[in-house]
């Protein structure tokens, strides 16, 4: 999906995207990044422009839970498609989200879909825990 507008906003939104790929933020910490640069973008522009780079497939919206903000990552157009499944991981110490790339759990993927008609999506499923880092420092 195509954007219906190219404003100046966006563009310097998706810059400074295009600068962190792969890093996790919430709307938050973007607002706060634009105004310690005392950029003109504001707070409903970013959440707006989030939301339809969303629509376009250029970042990934994760809800974590009920009382988190969204979380979102930027990935540019199609990293996720190709077959690459990416499940997700979040330490409940720390609030880490890590990628999780892993060939059992595509089997588990299948042996839903085969046995049980109910298809996972990788991008949306998220298991809680304690990263290692959080363990190591008990």
């Known amino acids: 999906m195509k954007s219906k ?4 906003q966006r563009e310097i939104l998706l810059d400074y995207l295009k600068t962190i790929p792969g890093k996790h933020f919430t709307a938050g910490d973007i607002c706060e ?10 707070q ?3 959440y707006r422009q ?3 780079l969303v629509n376009e497939g250029l970042i990934n919206k994760y809800n974590l839970s009920a009382s ?6 930027y990935i540019g157009e199609n990293v996720h498609s190709g077959g ?3 499940f997700h991981c979040k330490c409940e110490k720390c609030g880490k989200l890590i990628h999780l790339h892993c060939d059992e759990l ?3 993927q299948s042996h839903m879909m085969e046995k049980h008609q109910f298809m996972l999506d990788p991008l949306r499923t998220v298991f809680y825990g304690i990263c290692e880092e959080c363990r190591c420092s008990e």
């Open 106 to 108: 595509i089997e588990i």
């Open 50 to 52: 989030l939301e339809e």
């Open 33 to 42: 990044y634009f105004k310690s640069q005392e950029s003109p973008i504001g």
């Open 68 to 73: 988190d903000p969204a979380c979102f990552e």
């Open 84 to 86: 690459e499944v990416c």
């Open 5 to 8: 507008y190219k404003t100046r």
């Open 44 to 46: 409903s522009t970013v």
